[in-house]
């Protein structure tokens, strides 16, 4: 049983992020057809959903049509987002949990709007659906949107605490450093490392491709197609299990997994 798979419901994004992979895959939205069956493949391999790889799950037209259908076949459903379209999914109550990246924000809108329109949605999706805020260090609004957040829920976060934060009721704020994609061509590389792709979570990009882990978003390690494979085949191939064998020695032995800095 997997901890959680991730499931990238869509590729589009409405931004341009600095600290997100560049996407090169042609622009894909997950039909429900095909969300029905990621969902009955799905069943008796996880309990938990991750609307997130690459892209805004919240582009998504059919977004609470996808939650609905995942909740109704027992699954928990967690989304990450950048915000901007929360109000979309504010009275759906079939969410576990909604992570915001706040250092997403740019300022095509400004800081107030932006935020205004997270927390009036909060405000209600918080009554059912943990909400979790979070922001890199070193993001050039990180001070503003703070000081934004404190003065909303009359708290006093210290922007030097990378901790998680309760803020009040099912509300928490999350402070962390920024990482680095792994990329073929980065200048990282290791070969020692262990991870946890594959052996507690797997990722699902909008094509149908099975990859080991989230960070994968351009589907370099291909385990195989969802729609076409059957997932305990795809999860018990030779690639596969040498990856699981290989993190087990903590030893890495796919060329993308040697440049990633996830992994420490």
């Not at 909604?98 to 800081?111: E, G, P, Q, R, V």
């Not at 999350?174 to 290791?190: A, G, R």
Request: hydrophobic residues 35%; aromatic residues 12%.
């Amino acid at each position: 049983m997997l901890k959680k798979v991730y499931i990238e419901i869509t590729n589009n994004c409405n931004l341009n992020c600095s600290f997100c992979t560049l996407k090169k895959k042609k622009n894909k939205v997950v039909s429900v057809d095909e969300f029905n069956i990621i969902l009955d493949k799905l069943k008796g391999h996880t309990n938990y959903l991750y609307f997130h790889v690459l892209g805004e799950p919240l582009l998504h037209p059919n977004i609470n049509e996808l939650i609905d259908l995942a909740k109704n076949n027992n699954f928990n459903v967690n989304i990450t987002t950048n915000g901007y379209f929360i109000n979309k999914i504010k009275y759906n109550e079939n969410i576990r949990q909604i992570n915001i990246s706040l250092h997403s924000y740019t300022d095509n809108i400004s800081i107030d709007d932006y935020l205004n329109n997270i927390f009036d949605s909060v405000n209600n999706l918080s009554k059912y659906t943990y909400i979790s805020y979070r922001i890199w260090t070193k993001n050039k609004y990180i001070k503003d949107i703070i000081d934004r957040i404190n003065k909303y829920y009359s708290v006093n976060i210290d922007i030097n605490n990378l901790k998680n934060i309760k803020i009040k009721d099912n509300i928490f704020f999350h402070i962390n450093e920024e990482f680095i994609w792994p990329s073929l061509d980065n200048n990282i590389y290791k070969e020692d490392g262990m991870c946890h792709g594959l052996r507690d979570h797997i990722g699902i990009l909008s094509d149908g491709t099975v990859i080991p882990c989230c960070l994968d978003g351009e589907g370099i390690i291909n385990l195989g197609n969802i729609y076409s494979e059957n997932l305990y085949d795809i999860l018990n191939s030779y690639r596969a299990l040498n990856m699981i064998n290989k993190f087990k020695e903590n030893k890495r032995c796919e060329e993308l997994c040697k440049h990633c800095d996830f992994i420490k």
